[in-house]
């Protein structure tokens, strides 16, 4: 096993610890294979990269010969896959790299949860995830904002070649009062998120703004709305809603080639 290891690994809902093997959804375990724990193991190996399908057979059987190893392979695939949830057409966390092989989406880890080195690469691009502005009827959930603010923040620093503004940090500027262009060159970050919660008496809905600094231009936008709600962790379902419709843009910000790998 990579002593590269840090801790726990979060994404979504989800918790894995690669020391113990152990897969959790909301605090509650999910079982998994064998094959299917070291082939999340080995996706979340720092630093994160694709995966080809002849190094993943010397993991998943080292030493042994494997007459049908694509079907085997694709088993286990379909297997960890499923206990992800993540059966649709759009992948959310295992991302098939056509004609090689596998990967791990970077944008849904927190972190908190990987060495440095896994934020290697393209550091040039900063952004800050502003205060979420609330109106509308009745009291605001609680704490909703404040933790989805650190969520996002979370979530945008797994990804790869992204440097973003810590929460405390943020908050200690004196500018977030004026337009969010304005707070963001205070803060000296190329771009902002910012955002507006609506409240109804029994909804709401976030529309979340990425806007270039430079020239207060919309990069992209996000959009969600539903029930109001006090269970638990639904400021991450939030979350990761916000940056699957973001992805794009972000993913085209660090470098368009890329962007054109996953479209």
Not at 130 to 156: C, K, N, Y
Not at 158 to 184: F, M, Y
Not at 209 to 233: C, F, K, N, T, W
Request: glycine share 10%; proline share 5%; charged share 20%.
């Amino acid at each position: 096993m990579n002593s590269g290891y840090a801790g726990i690994f979060r994404f979504g809902v989800y918790e894995f610890d690669p020391i113990s093997g152990d897969l959790r959804k909301h605090g509650l375990c999910v079982r998994l294979s064998p094959h299917a724990t070291t082939l999340l193991r080995v996706l979340l190996e720092p630093p994160l990269r694709t995966h080809a399908r002849d190094e993943l057979q010397k993991h998943l059987w080292p030493g042994q010969v494997f007459l049908d190893f694509e079907h085997g392979l694709n088993k286990i695939v379909h297997s960890l896959r499923e206990a992800l949830g993540d059966t649709g057409t759009n992948a959310r966390f295992i991302e098939t790299v056509s004609g090689m092989g596998y990967r791990f989406i970077p944008d849904w880890l927190h972190a908190d949860s990987l060495p440095t080195s896994t934020l290697s690469g393209h550091t040039g691009y900063s952004i800050a995830v502003l205060p979420i502005r609330v109106t509308g009827s009745g009291a605001e959930p609680p704490f909703l904002t404040s933790l989805l603010t650190s969520d996002l923040t979370d979530a945008l620093s797994g990804i790869s070649g992204l440097r973003v503004l810590a929460q405390g940090t943020v908050r200690g500027h004196k500018e977030l009062d004026i337009n969010p262009q304005n707070a963001g060159q205070s803060m000296g970050v190329r771009a902002v998120l910012a955002g507006e919660l609506i409240l109804f008496e029994s909804e709401f809905s976030l529309r979340m703004e990425l806007i270039d600094v430079s020239d207060g231009a919309q990069l992209s936008a996000a959009y969600v709305e539903g029930p109001r709600s006090e269970r638990q962790h639904v400021e991450r379902e939030i979350g990761e809603e916000i940056l699957r419709q973001l992805r794009p843009a972000l993913l085209a910000l660090l470098d368009p080639a890329l962007d054109a790998v996953h479209n």
